[in-house]
């Protein structure tokens, strides 16, 4: 069988974010490491694997981001709607679940485009792994890259979003950007779903940093800024979905834990974690893990990570999970955002 869709992820970052508030070692001892960990660059993207199904094509309409001419005078737009709106509607945005992306006018063409950053095969794929038995290791099928369309969607996003002008830029900067587009998004590859911290006060330790579409549009965003763009002054929310932990146990990478030499203890207990999110569950399946996944997360403090291309171990503690939607301003002379 085909990777598909984890379609229960929905279900359970629904509930799990509602949860009220309610020892395991790890492999190698606990060392220093430096928070957040930093989001891991690569020199090229790798060719996706056949086994990796889309259930939705990614970027079908999408186009190479043409050249303007410099004397050109470009709007920008921020763009934001509900996820999944094309398949629930407003649902996800009464709890504030938002996906973002970017809109550019050419005053001399008069055409628009629209910019977004988002994942390749969906985001339960890029969020859980699928265990397959010919694998003693979890197989990823995980990527994100930017699309660019000529066109903005108005409907789509004026209905139950957003769609608002945040600056003029020239047809320079708008050539000096997309410069920038294509290395971001041949260098950042992995699409990263949680946001960890240690609590949920806003000066609390954050031990990983998401990587996802809102990410995107404040790096071009603050891309736009370093280029000379003046923003103007509108409040900007985005969303974030965080887990609460201690201070995360470094486990290790694929070889040294699923390896001939690595350890059986932790690989399997990471099996058995992630079998709890397979996709393609029957009803009674589902409700029966769930109750597993509360059990292994609340009552056990148990998450396992897998960032950079390694895996850890999180020892969660109360709210667990949260979905926010919190402000993040707009990059100006007094407040410049630090991305990935």
């Known amino acids: 069988m085909r990777a598909g869709c984890h379609q229960e992820l929905l279900l359970l970052l629904l509930l799990m974010a509602g949860m009220p508030a309610a020892s395991f070692a790890g492999s190698q001892p606990q060392q220093q490491h430096k928070w957040p960990v930093p989001y891991r660059r690569f020199d090229y993207r790798p060719k996706t694997d056949p086994y990796c199904q889309a259930r939705y094509t990614f970027c079908p309409t999408g186009c190479p981001i043409p050249v303007m001419k410099d004397e050109d005078v470009i709007e920008v737009y921020r763009l934001q709607a509900p996820v999944w709106e094309f398949k629930y509607g407003d649902l996800l945005g ?9 809109g550019f006018k050419s005053s001399l063409t008069g055409k628009n485009y629209t910019m977004e950053w988002y994942e390749l095969f969906q985001l339960g794929n890029c969020t859980f792994p699928h265990l397959r038995p010919d694998m003693d290791a979890p197989f990823w099928c995980n990527q994100g890259a930017a699309c660019f369309y000529e066109g ?37 590859i992995y699409y990263e779903t949680w946001t960890v911290r240690a609590g949920p ?34 409040q ?27 350890n059986k203890t932790v690989a399997a207990a990471i099996r058995d ?30 998450f396992y990570l897998f960032y950079n291309l390694e895996y850890w171990l999180l020892p969660m503690k109360s709210p667990y ?9 707009l990059p100006n002379e007094d407040n410049t955002w630090v991305g990935l």
């Not at 969607?153 to 900067?173: A, C, F, R, Y």
């Not at 999970?321 to 301003?329: H, V």
């Open 236 to 262: 900007t929310n985005y969303t974030s979905i965080t887990l609460f932990t201690g201070e995360p146990i470094y486990l290790g990478n694929e070889t040294s834990i699923f390896g001939p030499l690595g």
């Open 94 to 102: 009464h709890l504030n679940i938002m996906h973002d992306a970017v």
């Open 152 to 188: 903005i969607d108005d409907v789509h996003w004026k209905e139950n979003g957003t769609l608002v002008l945040v600056t003029t830029i020239s047809g320079t900067m708008f050539n000096q950007m997309a410069k920038w587009v294509q290395y971001d998004n041949e260098t950042g």
């Open 273 to 302: 974690f992630y079998y709890l999110f397979k996709p393609h569950q029957s009803v009674e399946e589902f409700f029966l893990n769930f109750l597993k996944i509360v059990d292994r997360v609340v009552l056990n403090h148990q």
């Open 321 to 329: 999970i949260k979905i926010t939607y919190e402000e993040i301003p």
């Open 201 to 234: 006060d806003k000066h609390a330790v954050v031990w990983f940093e998401s990587y996802e579409c809102s990410k995107f549009i404040l790096r071009t965003y603050q891309k736009l800024a370093d280029l000379g763009a003046v923003f103007n002054k509108i």
